[in-house]
């Protein structure tokens, strides 16, 4: 049952995150990066499950994260030279730092969440 809902709710989420970045520049990488675990997710609903597509999806993720993380104005720079100012005061991200950040927390979540299916499903 758990998994069920973790996965309903998951399917949802990244379908949402797909959404709002449909009008960034980059929307082709990020409508991909959400919208391939929604789809996973959305298939696990139905027991559907792929244990080897989770393990490469989200090593590709963590490994885009931890570039994301080191880049110039990345998730270090954000904490080590802005000392780490809220990313939610505004939907808009006016600092390169901001929008870096929360690239960077959402290739978490997806690695996070694809990890569970992972270890829950094989």
């Known amino acids: 049952m758990f998994l069920l809902i ?6 949802i989420a990244f379908i949402g995150f797909a959404w709002v970045n449909l009008n960034d520049k980059d929307a082709w ?3 991909s990066i959400y919208g391939i675990p929604a789809i996973l997710c959305g298939l696990a ?4 499950y792929f ?5 490469v999806i989200a090593a590709l993720c ?9 880049s110039k104005d990345g998730v270090k720079d954000w904490i080590q030279k802005y000392n780490a100012p809220s990313l939610v005061e505004s939907m808009k991200a006016s600092k390169p730092y901001i929008e870096k950040a929360r690239e960077f927390f959402g290739l978490l979540i997806v690695v996070a969440v694809l990890l569970v299916n992972y270890f829950i499903t094989r």
């Open 62 to 70: 963590f490994g885009y994260a931890v570039s994301i993380f080191f």
């Open 6 to 11: 973790f996965n309903i709710l998951f399917c």
């Open 45 to 48: 609903v139905f027991h559907r």
């Open 51 to 55: 244990p080897g597509t989770y393990l």
């Open 29 to 31: 990488l990020w409508v």
